[in-house]
């Protein structure tokens, strides 16, 4: 649901400009992460940006390694989720032209480094979930899966993506709108 009075400073208020509210979003994001490898952070194609996994990396380096529910708590593989997220919207945000913005989060996918025997996933999704609702409000909000596997690149405790919707400042969950076309 959308929120029908946006709050002061929100980057996905309709009455910006998109640049500027792709630049007020940026303001409270790290910077975009750097691939890893052979591949982009993030593509936006025809009003989807899909980010790659994004990683709980804080300028370049990589947090809180280790399988939860042995080397790491949950509360530190929430924090991890936290950070990842953040990562993941900079990546987002960062694919979009000029003159385009993020309408809202879809999908968000969390895999988590899980012990055998761990079972509390959706307890360290929520790490992400709760930072994009608090950099989007309910526009954060998304549909989510929650993994567990047993390794992770860099041996890292959480790695996400996130499938958003942009449009331009008149479009708003894929309705009909004013994208350039081509």
Not at 20 to 47: K, T
Not at 89 to 96: C, D, I, Q, R, T
Not at 124 to 149: H, I, P, Q, Y
Not at 163 to 178: K, L, M, W
Request: aromatic share 2%; net charge negative.
């Amino acid at each position: 649901m959308l929120c029908d009075n946006p709050i002061p400073g929100d980057p996905l208020a309709d009455d910006l400009l998109p640049d500027d509210a792709r630049d007020l979003l940026l303001r409270q994001l790290p910077p975009p992460p750097l691939p890893q490898g052979g591949y982009v952070s993030a593509i936006a194609h025809a009003g989807l940006v899909v980010t790659a996994g994004i990683t709980p990396r804080i300028n370049g380096v990589l947090h809180h390694c280790g399988q939860v529910g042995d080397e790491l708590t949950v509360e530190a593989a929430r924090e991890a989720a936290a950070i990842a997220a953040g990562n993941a919207l900079a990546a987002a945000v960062a694919a979009l032209a000029p003159g385009e913005r993020l309408n809202r989060v879809l999908r968000l996918t969390v895999y988590v480094n899980a012990a055998p025997g761990f079972t509390a996933h959706t307890e360290v999704a929520d790490g992400a979930s709760a930072r994009l609702r608090e950099l989007l409000g309910d526009r954060g909000a998304a549909a989510r899966t929650a993994v567990g596997v047993t390794s992770l690149p860099g041996g890292t405790c959480v790695e996400l993506e996130l499938t958003c919707a942009y449009g331009s400042a008149r479009q708003r969950d894929g309705q009909p709108g004013d994208l350039p076309v081509g």
